[in-house]
């Protein structure tokens, strides 16, 4: 037994001293990991949409809501319908059109690969006129055409994906009006009157793991590669280049896959699970809660040096508006601190005087635990401004959140759970005024009734 406990005391010792060592390569790999995350997530998401979507460089489409059934991707909306593509810069420039929309609000936001909205024209930014742009990448040379506003995208991946308002089923007829009328096409399609050529393309048969269960899946030693080689034609901003110097450190630089020992792997594998669960533990826990409501940071889309956000967001939201054009206050506890659960009634009420500021609308979204819709018989997942709302004698409103339909005039009022159930409420403001913003306006609590 004395000889048991002196090899378990000298292999503690050893690791002690293998962590002490290793401290900084440890350290460092937590921070290389966090500051990557978003690029490799956007890479491994165009992966997935070319097996599962459709080919690149072409708009797709999205003509109806999904439903209870849907997991593709988590938090969902029953608010607008979607227009997407992944571009590649390098195969540029490309025109993208917008026609004139007065009638629904929009916003097409583009991200770089590091998810960072360079440009999101829309309802908000450029006006109900619509336009012509041209996008094109960090290392063309040129002259914009004229009646082409240049949209300059400083890396090699883009995405867009962008939002149209869509009331409801019964909108869609005019929502894929709406759609029909974007066009993407490479300039020289666009400055010889034509379409591109269409690729063909087939749904794989085998459909690959979301995203993000493969980014779980995939060893540290294999995302520090990938991260390597995306780094040369998506490169960093300028501001990052303190963040640079600490990845070439630990022998991360562009398109050079590290080389590391068995002891190195070790350390930049510890150092990825240490910075895991602390993403994890925030997004868990929220600090500076209003109300019990987490509200997003004003910079989101837009995250200069601050990777932890950068990183949680792709975690849990990839493809976040601009807070200016969309802000997504949650929360999963209510005004007291205590878990939401299906198995309690629930009130959410906005006084007269208080409902969502907002240039053009808002909801309110129940969830499950594993942040998709919630199936329930009324297939309801939402209400918001444009549902024909009950409201009460002075003005106020009540969102009624709980597993049984109440009586009468507050059924339309009802967003249902599940009994027995923990879930989590999403609101949504769409072209948010500057109180929302701001803090001056926040989410009420959420009052349990039983």
Same mark, same amino acid.
């Not at 608010?79 to 195969?91: K, P, V």
């Not at 602390?278 to 910079?299: D, Y």
């Not at 053009?360 to 969830?367: E, G, H, L, P, R």
């Given at each position: 037994? *004395?000889?048991?406990?002196?090899?378990?005391?000298?292999?503690?010792?050893?690791?002690?001293?293998?962590?002490?060592?290793?401290?900084?390569?440890?350290?460092?790999?937590?921070?290389?990991?966090?500051?990557?995350?978003?690029?490799?997530?956007?890479?491994? !998401?165009?992966?997935?949409?070319?097996? !599962?979507?459709?080919?690149?460089?072409?708009?797709?489409?999205?003509?109806?809501?999904?439903?209870?059934?849907?997991?593709?991707?988590?938090?969902?909306?029953?608010?607008?319908?979607?227009?997407?593509?992944?571009?590649?810069?390098? #195969?540029?420039?490309?025109? @993208?059109?917008?026609?004139?929309?007065?009638? %629904?609000?929009?916003?097409?936001?583009?991200? $770089?690969?590091?998810?960072?909205?360079?440009?999101?024209?829309?309802? %908000?930014?450029?006006?109900?006129?619509?336009?012509?742009?041209?996008?094109?990448?960090?290392?063309?040379?040129?002259?914009?055409? =004229?009646?082409?506003?240049?949209? /300059?995208?400083?890396?090699?991946?883009?995405?867009?994906?962008?939002? !149209?308002? &869509?009331?409801?089923?019964? $909108?869609?007829?005019?929502?894929?009006?709406?759609?029909?009328?974007?066009?993407?096409?490479?300039?020289?399609?666009? #400055?010889?009157?034509?379409?591109?050529?269409?690729?063909?393309? #087939?749904?794989?048969?085998? #459909?690959?793991?979301?995203?993000?269960?493969?980014?779980?899946?995939?060893?540290?030693? +294999? @995302?520090? +590669?990938?991260?390597?080689?995306?780094?040369?034609?998506?490169?960093?901003? !300028?501001?990052?280049?303190?963040?640079?110097? *600490?990845?070439? %450190?630990?022998?991360?630089?562009?398109?050079?896959?590290?080389?590391?020992n068995v002891l190195d792997?070790?350390?930049?594998?510890?150092? %990825?699970?240490?910075?895991?669960?602390?993403?994890?533990?925030?997004? *868990?826990?929220?600090?500076?809660?209003?109300?019990?409501?987490?509200?997003?940071?004003?910079?989101?889309?837009?995250?200069?040096?601050?990777?932890?956000?950068?990183?949680?967001?792709?975690?849990?939201?990839?493809?976040?508006?601009?807070?200016?054009?969309?802000?997504?206050?949650? &929360?999963?506890?209510?005004?007291?601190?205590?878990?939401?659960?299906?198995?309690?009634?629930?009130?959410?009420?906005? *006084?007269?005087?208080?409902?969502?500021?907002?240039?053009?609308?808002?909801?309110?979204? =129940?969830?499950?635990?594993?942040?998709?819709?919630?199936?329930?018989?009324?297939?309801?997942?939402?209400?918001?401004?444009?549902?024909?709302?009950?409201?009460?004698?002075?003005?106020?409103l009540d969102l009624l959140?709980?597993?049984?339909?109440?009586?009468?005039?507050?059924?339309?009022?009802?967003?249902?759970? /599940?009994?027995?159930?923990?879930?989590?409420?999403?609101?949504?403001?769409?072209?948010?005024?500057?109180?929302?913003?701001s803090g001056a306006w926040?989410?009420?609590?959420?009052?349990?009734?039983?």
């Amino acid at each position: 037994m *004395k000889r048991f406990l002196l090899a378990v005391l000298m292999a503690l010792a050893g690791l002690v001293a293998v962590l002490y060592l290793k401290a900084e390569q440890i350290r460092l790999g937590a921070e290389a990991y966090v500051f990557g995350y978003p690029l490799v997530m956007m890479d491994l !998401t165009r992966a997935n949409s070319a097996q !599962t979507l459709g080919p690149p460089n072409q708009l797709h489409r999205v003509r109806r809501f999904p439903d209870a059934s849907f997991r593709e991707v988590v938090r969902p909306n029953v608010d607008t319908l979607y227009t997407s593509a992944f571009i590649d810069m390098g #195969q540029g420039p490309w025109v @993208f059109e917008m026609p004139a929309n007065d009638q %629904r609000f929009e916003v097409m936001p583009f991200m $770089d690969a590091w998810t960072n909205v360079f440009a999101a024209p829309g309802s %908000r930014s450029t006006g109900t006129a619509g336009g012509k742009f041209l996008l094109a990448g960090p290392y063309w040379q040129g002259l914009a055409p =004229a009646g082409l506003t240049l949209l /300059r995208a400083p890396t090699r991946i883009v995405w867009l994906i962008g939002r !149209t308002q &869509t009331n409801g089923v019964a $909108d869609y007829p005019l929502v894929h009006a709406l759609q029909d009328g974007l066009t993407l096409r490479s300039l020289a399609a666009w #400055q010889a009157g034509r379409d591109d050529a269409q690729p063909a393309w #087939q749904r794989a048969i085998q #459909q690959p793991a979301p995203p993000i269960l493969q980014m779980q899946a995939m060893a540290a030693t +294999e @995302f520090f +590669e990938r991260l390597a080689g995306l780094l040369v034609e998506n490169p960093s901003a !300028t501001a990052d280049a303190p963040m640079q110097a *600490k990845l070439a %450190r630990i022998g991360i630089t562009p398109g050079q896959p590290p080389h590391w020992n068995v002891l190195d792997q070790w350390s930049v594998s510890l150092g %990825r699970w240490i910075a895991d669960w602390r993403v994890a533990r925030e997004l *868990k826990n929220p600090r500076e809660l209003l109300h019990g409501w987490s509200a997003p940071p004003a910079h989101l889309g837009n995250y200069g040096t601050d990777y932890g956000t950068r990183a949680a967001v792709a975690m849990v939201g990839l493809g976040a508006n601009l807070a200016a054009d969309a802000t997504y206050p949650n &929360t999963r506890v209510d005004q007291d601190g205590r878990a939401l659960d299906g198995s309690h009634r629930y009130r959410l009420r906005f *006084k007269a005087a208080e409902l969502p500021p907002v240039n053009a609308f808002w909801s309110v979204t =129940a969830y499950n635990a594993q942040d998709f819709f919630i199936d329930n018989p009324l297939q309801r997942y939402a209400l918001g401004d444009r549902d024909a709302l009950t409201f009460n004698a002075d003005g106020s409103l009540d969102l009624l959140v709980q597993a049984t339909p109440p009586a009468g005039e507050q059924l339309k009022n009802w967003l249902p759970v /599940r009994a027995g159930e923990p879930f989590l409420l999403n609101a949504r403001l769409y072209w948010p005024k500057p109180a929302a913003l701001s803090g001056a306006w926040g989410m009420p609590g959420v009052e349990r009734l039983d």
